[in-house]
Structure formats: structure tokens, C-alpha cells
């Protein structure tokens, strides 16, 4: 193949174009398209890369003759129509570990936030208030860290969690019975992790099995006065049950910087005064950003030019 061609179809690192372009591929970088003006081009290029604006579906794959491999340039690929990739032979690949840090410090943070009341005693003091009786806090030494998954950016968590001097539980389905730990965690069943933890952070794909997941059940099951962090995907929990156990004061609190939605727009949680939010802003740093995007030129150089696959996410 004399010619081998890869759009790039959403905002990344520049690197990302050197990478691929000093390798021997020819990089078209064009964002921002419309599904049928994608649907145009996209027939010409063997690569596609992406983050997370871009929708790969199954019409656009139809139109996708020439395409060998589409590259999200972060872990999940909710946006990439997986099933219909592999079933015209179209390799999919992440970047899972380029932004682990990123991620993992977002939901520290996000403890930290959650036990201090930091956001709400900020906008109260530069509103003009002194309220220091309202924003009484609590230690996140000594307490329990429950961290469901831990793949690179749970395990991260995990020992940042022990750094801490937290007890940390994890659970994680997908993890062999002789998977190693980061030292300090104890491995348990889902249920202890959850009725003993005084704060839960999820660090799970968006799969059948894991899709609201924490609903009324599972939020009824979580420590009376304990907290939940969700950076991972939105649809893992259900937000009208969470909306429940916070307006019951069964939960003391919840950050979230994913929803079922995105954008959210204006949600029944935020009238909430024990929830924190962001705008899915997990990968959000220059590192990550330069990281993902790097791990993706490489793995889409050595895979067109060499036949060499990694981080696939499916078999074709």
C-alpha cells in the first residue's frame, strides 16, 4: 500500500500528526464534521482517529471501504459502534493508559472536595459569607476507600488512597483470583466493598452488566452517610435513584463528572447542595492530552506500516 491514509477527526495533540506523518502516513486533520460530510470523505482514509465528538456508526463504517483501524484517543469508546466495526474487519483500539494519572487525581480530588465541603465553602466565602459552622468536614484518614475497578486508573486510585492512609477495598469482576494488588488494598466481594466503604469511586466500563449498576438497590445497600465518586461512565448510575438516596440523607454526598447524557444540561442533582460536578473532565490535562495522543500515532504507525496490533478492543 503506497499510499496509506489517516483522518484525524477530532482535537488532539499535534504530536499525534508528527508522530504518524514523520512514520510515513498521509494525515488529514479535519474536525468538527457533520455525520454526512464525514460520510463523504471517509471512504478515502485506512485510519480514523478520534476522541470523543466524533460518532463512529454503523452508516459511516458502511461508507468506510478503505478502513483497516479507528483509534479512540482516551479508553472508552462508547462513541465507536464496536459490533459493526468488526463485522466489516475494522480493527478498534483505546489508549488506556495515557490517561490513568488524569483520571485518578480527578476522583482524589473529588474525595477530598466531598469530605470538606471545599466548592460550597469557596462560592459561600466569595459570595461574602463567613459560614464556618456550615462547612464542618470530615477526615479522609482512617476512613474506608471502596474502589470498584482497577484497571489502570482504579489501581492508581487505590494506592493513592493507602498514600493517603485510608483503608482501601477494591473489587473488580474482570480480575483473575491471582491478580496482584497495589500493597495495602484488600481484595472483596462486591457487596462488603459497598455496605463497608464510607466512600465508593467507580472506575468501570460502560457494559450490559455494568449499566446502572448503582441503582436503588445497590445505593440502598452503601453505608448510611457515606459518599460516591463517578468518573468513569454516566450510565453506571441511575440518577434519579442517586437524586433518592441523597435527598434522603441516606448518602452524604456524591461528585460526578460523567452522566447518562452528556451534555447534561440542567439535571434534578444539582439542586442538590451535598453534589459536586464537572463536565466529563477526566482526561482533561495537557499531559493526558499529549499522552493519548502519542499512544495512538504509535500503536496506528506500527499496525498500518508494520501489521503490528495493540490496545485492541476487538478481535477481527
Same mark, same amino acid.
Given at each position: 500500500? @503506497?499510499?496509506?491514509?489517516?483522518?484525524?477527526? *477530532?482535537?488532539?495533540?499535534?504530536?499525534?500528526?508528527?508522530?504518524? !506523518?514523520?512514520?510515513?502516513?498521509?494525515?488529514?486533520?479535519?474536525?468538527?464534521?457533520?455525520?454526512?460530510?464525514?460520510?463523504?470523505?471517509?471512504?478515502?482514509?485506512?485510519? =480514523?482517529?478520534?476522541? !470523543?465528538?466524533?460518532?463512529?456508526? &454503523?452508516?459511516?463504517?458502511?461508507?468506510?471501504?478503505?478502513?483497516?483501524?479507528?483509534?479512540?484517543?482516551?479508553? $472508552?469508546?462508547?462513541?465507536?459502534?464496536?459490533?459493526?466495526?468488526?463485522?466489516?474487519?475494522?480493527?478498534?483500539?483505546?489508549?488506556?493508559? #495515557?490517561?490513568?494519572?488524569?483520571?485518578?487525581?480527578?476522583? %482524589?480530588?473529588?474525595?477530598?472536595?466531598?469530605?470538606?465541603?471545599?466548592?460550597?465553602?469557596?462560592? !459561600?466565602?466569595? @459570595?461574602? $459569607?463567613?459560614?464556618? /459552622?456550615?462547612?464542618? $468536614?470530615?477526615?479522609?484518614?482512617?476512613?474506608?476507600?471502596?474502589?470498584?475497578?482497577?484497571? @489502570?486508573?482504579?489501581? #492508581?486510585?487505590? +494506592?493513592?488512597?493507602? $498514600?493517603?492512609?485510608?483503608?482501601?477495598?477494591?473489587?473488580?469482576?474482570?480480575?483473575?483470583?491471582?491478580?496482584?494488588?497495589?500493597?495495602?488494598? +484488600?481484595?472483596? #466481594?462486591?457487596?462488603?466493598?459497598?455496605?463497608?466503604?464510607?466512600?465508593?469511586?467507580?472506575?468501570?466500563?460502560? =457494559?450490559?452488566?455494568?449499566?446502572?449498576?448503582?441503582?436503588? *438497590?445497590?445505593?440502598? /445497600?452503601?453505608?448510611?452517610?457515606?459518599?460516591?465518586?463517578?468518573?468513569?461512565?454516566?450510565? %453506571?448510575?441511575?440518577?434519579?435513584?442517586?437524586?433518592? &438516596?441523597? /435527598?434522603?440523607?441516606? =448518602?452524604?454526598?456524591?461528585?460526578?463528572?460523567?452522566?447518562?447524557?452528556?451534555?447534561?444540561?440542567?439535571?434534578?442533582?444539582?439542586?442538590? +447542595?451535598?453534589?459536586?460536578? !464537572?463536565?466529563?473532565?477526566?482526561?482533561?490535562?495537557?499531559? &493526558?492530552?499529549?499522552?493519548?495522543?502519542?499512544?495512538?500515532?504509535?500503536?496506528?504507525?506500527?499496525?498500518?506500516?508494520? #501489521?503490528?496490533?495493540?490496545?485492541?478492543?476487538?478481535?477481527?
Amino acid at each position: 500500500m @503506497s499510499d496509506i491514509k489517516v483522518l484525524v477527526a *477530532d482535537d488532539m495533540s499535534h504530536d499525534a500528526v508528527d508522530i504518524m !506523518s514523520k512514520g510515513g502516513l498521509t494525515v488529514d486533520v479535519n474536525t468538527g464534521l457533520a455525520p454526512d460530510k464525514l460520510g463523504e470523505i471517509i471512504g478515502q482514509y485506512h485510519g =480514523l482517529a478520534v476522541r !470523543s465528538a466524533t460518532k463512529v456508526t &454503523a452508516a459511516i463504517l458502511a461508507k468506510a471501504t478503505a478502513l483497516r483501524i479507528v483509534g479512540r484517543a482516551g479508553v $472508552g469508546v462508547d462513541n465507536i459502534d464496536v459490533p459493526a466495526a468488526t463485522a466489516r474487519k475494522v480493527q478498534v483500539i483505546n489508549t488506556p493508559s #495515557g490517561n490513568a494519572v488524569a483520571a485518578g487525581e480527578l476522583a %482524589i480530588g473529588f474525595l477530598f472536595a466531598l469530605a470538606r465541603k471545599i466548592p460550597q465553602a469557596s462560592a !459561600s466565602t466569595t @459570595s461574602g $459569607g463567613w459560614e464556618k /459552622k456550615k462547612f464542618m $468536614g470530615v477526615e479522609l484518614t482512617g476512613k474506608t476507600l471502596g474502589v470498584v475497578g482497577c484497571g @489502570s486508573i482504579g489501581r #492508581g486510585v487505590a +494506592e493513592r488512597g493507602a $498514600g493517603l492512609k485510608m483503608r482501601v477495598l477494591a473489587y473488580d469482576p474482570a480480575l483473575g483470583a491471582d491478580a496482584d494488588l497495589p500493597a495495602g488494598v +484488600e481484595r472483596v #466481594g462486591f457487596d462488603e466493598l459497598i455496605s463497608r466503604s464510607d466512600f465508593v469511586t467507580l472506575h468501570l466500563p460502560l =457494559l450490559p452488566a455494568t449499566k446502572g449498576l448503582f441503582g436503588k *438497590d445497590t445505593l440502598g /445497600k452503601m453505608k448510611k452517610g457515606s459518599y460516591l465518586v463517578n468518573c468513569a461512565r454516566g450510565g %453506571i448510575v441511575d440518577e434519579n435513584a442517586l437524586y433518592e &438516596a441523597l /435527598k434522603s440523607g441516606h =448518602l452524604a454526598g456524591a461528585a460526578l463528572d460523567v452522566f447518562e447524557n452528556e451534555p447534561c444540561g440542567q439535571v434534578p442533582l444539582f439542586e442538590l +447542595e451535598n453534589v459536586l460536578a !464537572s463536565p466529563h473532565i477526566g482526561a482533561s490535562t495537557k499531559e &493526558a492530552q499529549q499522552k493519548v495522543a502519542v499512544e495512538l500515532a504509535e500503536v496506528f504507525l506500527d499496525f498500518l506500516k508494520n #501489521g503490528r496490533l495493540r490496545n485492541a478492543v476487538n478481535k477481527v
